[in-house]
């Protein structure tokens, strides 16, 4: 079964840094679409960044400038640098991969890990 891991999630307060990293012994990231989404209590879950196969990425416009998703292919990792942080952007954030191949679509998921922005 393939395993997304995510980690890096804590408290932090208002206008800090956190990085996050997700890992996989089981899929190949520099082949797949990888996102982060988050979910913050009571709302949808929603997409944040993603980075491409390529390397070509895409943010939200609400964390444009302060986020950053990156991909190291030696170590098989996405990140996500989170700068300036703020209190609503306290949310699970959670790892993803996606691969379209023909006639089949590979979805994968970490278990997610929490981010909270308080003082």
């Known amino acids: 079964q393939v395993q997304l891991v995510e980690s890096g999630g804590g408290l932090v307060q208002p206008g800090g840094s956190l990085r996050l990293s997700c890992e996989s012994s089981r899929i190949i990231f520099s082949i797949y679409v990888a996102n982060w989404y988050r979910q913050a209590p009571g709302k949808q879950r929603e997409l944040v960044a993603s980075i491409s196969s390529s390397g070509t990425t895409t943010y939200v416009d609400f964390v444009k400038g302060r986020f950053t998703i990156s991909r190291d292919n030696a170590k098989n990792t996405v990140y996500l640098q989170m700068n300036s942080l703020k209190p609503e952007d306290t949310a699970v954030y959670y790892c993803?991969?996606?691969?379209?191949?023909?006639?089949?679509?590979?979805?994968?998921w970490g278990q997610g890990t929490q981010v909270t922005v308080s003082s």
């Open positions: 993803n991969a996606v691969l379209q191949a023909v006639g089949k679509k590979y979805d994968y």
